[in-house]
């Protein structure tokens, strides 16, 4: 086997190829990315952990078609550290060489023989702007558990109704909820899949923009989704589990509104909680006309910061995890936030708005659950 190439393409494909590549792989070979060449000029690079593949393919001046195994970890750490010049690899014998301008390296292989079967992707099921997947995936994500004790709130529920896709997560503490439309190969296409949030949010940012296809299958054996965009291709297998009904957690109506600035409101809290202590709150009062924030209950460290805000309702005064809070804000990409009370210690809805007084943003919602204030 014998191509060249050039260095930011190899690294390109790598970099998305390798993502698949497990840290502690139950089986050596999986600690490898097959690499495949053939007599048409298309390189294609493959990995598998027997729970998600990626694939990469480019265009390449191929000498002699082939097929090698090398250690995916090092093939990466190679791919980023060359010079911007073409590549050379070679395979000679049992060992791979790789010539880039005066470097050189030389790779072990693996048994080829022995790398299993990647799965294959399954039938279109639709297509969806990269940009608004992206966006949507990193919006969700941050509300996903990272306790693998609770293996099935680390996951995003997606659900499929013709147009309309939801995607879920929570990890207890905030719920968050994102709606958004795709183009759908049946229009009268239903069906609820549970995606790892990891690997969505991989996946998402890696393909970036552009149109994304996307393909699910459940209830035919394997439960499968899959992403391909620009020549990269990715499967995941679904999670098991029933996923808690948490959609039902969002209030109809809530009696108390407060609107704050969004970026007045994070900076706020960040400033307000360099003084709160590990796992203690910020807390907000809000009054008519404004909302003072405040952290830190020892004699070491207090703060406080006032900003103008608007109520409609009583007031009121809760305390949040300053983290939880901060995930929320960022999440919502709007002028403004409107913070929706039912009562002091029921969970918290924030939405997005264009301007004070204006049509929420209905296609994200976070929901936050306030911690106790001591009396």
């Known amino acids: 086997m014998r191509f060249t190439v050039e260095r930011d393409v190899l690294a390109d494909a790598v970099a998305w190829t390798s993502r698949a590549v497990p840290a502690r792989p139950p089986v050596p070979v999986l600690a490898g990315v097959r690499i495949t060449a053939t007599d048409e000029g298309t390189v294609r690079?493959?990995?598998?952990?027997?729970?998600?593949?990626?694939?990469?393919?480019?265009?390449?001046?191929?000498?002699?078609?082939?097929?090698?195994?090398?250690?995916g970890r090092l093939l990466?750490?190679?791919?980023?550290?060359l010079p911007h010049k073409p590549v050379d690899f070679t395979l000679e014998g049992t060992k791979v060489s790789v010539t880039c301008g005066a470097s050189r390296f030389t790779l072990g292989t693996?048994?080829?023989d022995q790398y299993p079967s990647l799965p294959e992707l399954p039938e279109q099921s639709g297509t969806i702007d990269g940009s608004l997947l992206q966006q949507a995936v990193a919006q969700v994500t941050s509300a996903a558990s990272r306790d693998e004790t609770l293996p099935i709130l680390t996951g995003v529920r997606v659900e499929i109704e013709g147009e309309h896709i939801s995607l879920l997560a929570t990890d207890r503490y905030r719920l968050a909820l994102r709606e958004l439309t795709w183009a759908p190969t049946k229009t009268d296409i239903s069906?609820?899949?549970?995606?790892?949030?990891?690997?969505?949010?991989?996946?998402?940012?890696?393909?970036?923009?552009?149109?994304?296809?996307?393909?699910?299958?459940?209830?035919?054996?394997?439960?499968?989704?899959?992403?391909?965009?620009?020549?990269?291709?990715?499967?995941?297998?679904?999670?098991?589990?029933?996923?808690?009904?948490?959609?039902?957690l969002f209030p109809e109506s809530s009696p108390i509104k407060a609107t704050v600035r969004t970026a007045d409101l994070i900076e706020a809290t960040r400033r307000v909680a360099l003084v709160a202590e590990r796992n203690s709150s910020v807390r907000l009062a809000f009054a008519e006309g404004e909302v003072t924030l405040d952290a830190g209950q020892t004699d070491d460290a207090?703060?406080?910061?006032?900003?103008?805000?608007?109520?409609?309702?009583?007031?009121?005064?809760?305390?949040?995890?300053?983290?939880?809070?901060?995930?929320?804000?960022?999440?919502?990409?709007?002028?403004?936030?409107q913070l929706g009370f039912t009562q002091e210690t029921k969970p918290v809805e924030f939405v997005g708005l264009s301007e004070p007084g204006g049509t929420p943003a209905g296609d994200f919602r976070y929901l936050l659950v306030p911690i106790r204030i001591a009396s």
Request: charged content about 20%.
């Open 110 to 112: 693996m048994p080829v």
């Open 45 to 71: 690079l493959a990995s598998f952990d027997y729970e998600v593949s990626a694939r990469g393919e480019f265009e390449a001046s191929v000498e002699e078609a082939g097929e090698v195994l090398v250690s």
């Open 302 to 337: 207090q703060a406080s910061e006032a900003l103008t805000a608007s109520l409609d309702g009583e007031a009121i005064t809760v305390a949040f995890n300053p983290t939880f809070l901060l995930d929320g804000l960022n999440a919502l990409g709007t002028e403004f936030v």
């Open 76 to 81: 990466k750490e190679i791919a980023n550290a």
């Open 191 to 248: 069906a609820v899949a549970l995606v790892r949030a990891k690997t969505l949010s991989d996946t998402a940012k890696a393909l970036g923009a552009g149109e994304v296809s996307v393909a699910l299958t459940t209830g035919e054996g394997v439960d499968l989704i899959g992403f391909e965009a620009g020549g990269l291709v990715t499967t995941s297998l679904l999670m098991d589990g029933d996923y808690p009904a948490v959609r039902r």
